[in-house]
C-alpha cells in the first residue's frame, strides 16, 4: 500500500471536525473525498499532512508517518495543493516554484532547473517571470499544483483545484491530473464538481459531519442512499 490512514480524529474545542476516518492508496489511484461543506474534507487534508494536530495512524509505504511535521513529509513524498492558494503575490512564477524545490535540491542552480521543468510539465514555462499576482485563476491553480509537483510527490492532496474553473480550463485539467495519476503518483482529490469526481476517481469517499459515510466506486457512491441524503438533507420514503 503506497499510503494507508487509520482511525484519523481532529478536534476543535468541542466540534469533532473528523471522526475516525480511514483511507488507503494505491500507487496511480485517484481517491475523490467528496462532502458537503463543512464535512471535515480539508480538515481530514491538514491531518493527513501534518498541519493540525490527530490522532490515528498515518503510514507512507508501510513507515509510519504520524507524526512528522508538514516540512518533513515532501521529502518523503506527501505534497499538497491549498483550498486558498497563496503563492508569494510579488514574487516571479518562476520564484514561487524555485522556493519548492528547494525541500528537494541542494543547491541554487538545481533548484532553479528542477522548477524549469516543473513549469514546463504545468504549461507555464511562458510565464515564469511574470509576478503571481497579474496570472488569471486557471494558471494560479496550475501554480499551486506546480508548488507540490516540485516537490516530486508519490503521493498528492488536490483541495479544489477544479472547481471555479470555466469549462475548457476545467477539461485541460481532468486531463492533466489523469496525466499525473499514470505517471504513478497516488491522488486524493476533493471536488465539488460530482461530474469531475465521477468521470476522475478510481474510488470515492464520501464524508457529512466528520464522518466517512459512504465509500466505492464512482457508480456505487452515485447511488448510495447516505450520500444522497447528506447532498439533499432528507429523502423522504
Ligand atoms: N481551525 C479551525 N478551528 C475551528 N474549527 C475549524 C477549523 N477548521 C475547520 N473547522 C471546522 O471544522 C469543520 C470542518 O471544516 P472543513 O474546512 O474541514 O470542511 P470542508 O469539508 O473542507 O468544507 P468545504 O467544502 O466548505 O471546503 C467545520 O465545522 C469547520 O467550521
Ligand atoms: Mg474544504
Redesign the pocket.
Given at each position: 500500500m503506497l499510503f494507508e490512514a487509520n482511525q484519523i480524529n481532529?478536534q476543535?474545542?468541542g466540534?469533532k471536525?473528523?471522526h475516525n476516518v480511514s483511507l488507503t492508496l494505491q500507487r496511480g489511484e485517484i481517491l475523490g473525498l467528496i462532502?458537503?461543506?463543512?464535512?471535515?474534507?480539508?480538515?481530514?487534508?491538514?491531518a493527513l499532512t501534518g498541519f493540525?494536530a490527530k490522532t490515528g495512524q498515518v503510514q507512507l509505504e508501510g513507515r509510519d508517518i504520524t507524526n512528522l511535521p508538514p516540512f518533513e513529509l515532501p521529502r518523503l513524498g506527501v505534497a499538497r495543493t491549498f483550498?486558498v492558494e497563496r503563492p508569494f503575490e510579488d514574487l516571479t512564477v518562476l520564484e514561487n516554484v524555485t522556493i519548492s524545490s528547494f525541500l528537494r535540491q541542494t543547491n541554487a542552480k538545481a533548484a532553479r532547473n528542477a522548477a524549469l521543468t516543473t513549469l514546463e510539465r504545468v504549461g507555464l514555462l511562458d510565464r515564469a517571470n511574470q509576478k503571481c499576482s497579474e496570472l488569471n485563476l486557471a494558471r494560479r491553480r496550475r501554480l499551486e499544483i506546480a508548488k507540490a509537483l516540485a516537490l516530486e510527490p508519490r503521493v498528492l492532496f488536490l483541495?479544489?483545484v477544479i472547481a471555479g474553473l470555466n469549462p475548457p480550463a476545467q477539461a485541460e485539467m481532468i486531463e492533466f491530473i489523469r496525466g499525473l495519476a499514470k505517471s504513478g503518483i497516488g491522488i486524493v482529490m476533493?471536488e465539488?464538481i460530482m461530474k469531475v469526481i465521477m468521470s476522475l476517481s478510481d474510488r470515492v469517499i464520501c464524508?457529512a459531519f466528520?464522518e466517512k459515510i459512504a465509500e466505492g466506486t464512482p457508480q456505487q457512491i452515485a447511488q448510495d442512499p447516505a450520500v444522497l441524503d447528506a447532498y439533499l438533507g432528507g429523502i423522504d420514503d
Open positions: 481532529v476543535f474545542g466540534v471536525a473528523v462532502g458537503p461543506n463543512g464535512a471535515g474534507k480539508t480538515t481530514l487534508f491538514n493540525v483550498q483541495d479544489e476533493v465539488h464524508m466528520g
